[in-house]
């Protein structure tokens, strides 16, 4: 085990950056952060490049994941490095250095998917991953205008939900088009004249759904791939729903 007591450290200043995109798409990298997170890392027997703690934190982790203290990747650091590396007001002291890992190429030719076009709140997204992860979906597409996944605040939402299911970032149109391409239908969540009410469907053994931008909605090109619009009925006053609470309605209706 390493101790490192100093935020000027050349180790911590990189680990640092890591709470920035720029940083992390640099070096292929991203942080966790808390017990939970690094539990559900554990669990999923991911290979981790650092695993940093101040001493009260490690004496819990080695009790309950008989860590090996000689182990090189392991970091002891003080409450200072704990609060400097935070991307939280009250840290948990301990933090997890794991590999981005993003498949090069995905076939969409099987189950239930989340399609998330253009969405820009990390903890939208992060909430919608942990909803289709409880909801049993297979797997979420991000397109490449939405939020980082890495971003330590979609990371705090998805509660280890990144995990236990394939959550891809690719060209959304493509992706529409193999899923088409493979007899999936394809339905996108908007507002119009055309669309039909969420009650109306039933429940199919496969799907993607498209959830999108929470100011502009689904995009233009990807409504017209889609094979059916639908929406939500408005019962109240409310003007809309939350993009994450709009997508949890209709994960659970066709779970």
């Known amino acids: 085990m390493q101790k490192i007591t100093s935020t000027t450290n050349?180790?911590?200043?990189?680990?640092?950056?890591?709470?920035?995109?720029?940083?992390?798409?640099?070096?292929?990298?991203?942080?966790?952060?808390?017990?939970?997170?690094?539990?559900?890392a554990f669990k999923s027997k991911l290979n981790f490049k650092y695993l940093l703690a101040t001493q009260a934190a490690f004496e819990?982790?080695?009790?309950q994941y008989h860590l090996d203290l000689t182990d090189k990747r392991l970091i002891q650091i003080n409450e200072r490095v704990a609060k400097h590396l935070s991307?939280?007001?009250?840290?948990?002291?301990?933090?997890?250095?794991?590999?981005?890992?993003?498949?090069?190429?995905?076939?969409?030719?099987?189950?239930k998917w989340i399609l998330l076009d253009s969405l820009?709140?990390?903890?939208?997204?992060?909430?919608?991953?942990?909803?289709?992860?409880?909801?049993?979906?297979?797997?979420?597409?991000?397109?490449?205008?939405?939020?980082?996944?890495y971003n330590p605040k979609?990371?705090?939402?998805?509660?280890g939900s990144q995990f236990h299911i394939p959550i891809i970032k690719a060209d959304l149109l493509k992706t529409i088009e193999q899923f088409k391409e493979n007899y999936i239908p394809v339905?996108?969540?908007v507002l119009?004249?055309?669309?039909?009410?969420?009650?109306?469907?039933e429940k199919t053994k496969e799907l993607a759904l498209i959830i999108g931008n929470e100011a502009n909605g689904v995009s233009g090109d990807a409504v017209n791939l889609a094979d059916e619009k639908l929406f939500i009925p408005i019962k109240?006053?409310?003007?809309?729903?939350?993009?994450?609470?709009?997508?949890?309605?209709?994960?659970?209706?066709?779970?």
Do not use: W
């Open 236 to 255: 109240g006053q409310a003007e809309s729903l939350n993009a994450a609470i709009a997508a949890g309605i209709m994960i659970y209706h066709f779970a």
């Open 192 to 201: 119009d004249d055309e669309a039909k009410e969420l009650p109306d469907f």
């Open 10 to 40: 050349q180790t911590i200043k990189n680990l640092a950056k890591l709470n920035k995109k720029k940083y992390r798409e640099q070096e292929g990298f991203y942080l966790i952060e808390g017990f939970h997170l690094v539990d559900e």
């Open 87 to 111: 991307a939280t007001t009250n840290s948990q002291d301990v933090f997890m250095v794991l590999k981005i890992n993003q498949p090069k190429h995905f076939t969409f030719n099987f189950g």
């Open 120 to 149: 820009a709140d990390p903890g939208n997204i992060g909430t919608i991953i942990r909803t289709a992860d409880a909801a049993g979906f297979n797997g979420v597409v991000l397109s490449e205008n939405c939020a980082d996944l």
């Open 60 to 63: 819990k982790l080695s009790i």
């Open 187 to 189: 339905y996108a969540s």
């Open 154 to 159: 979609t990371q705090r939402a998805m509660q």
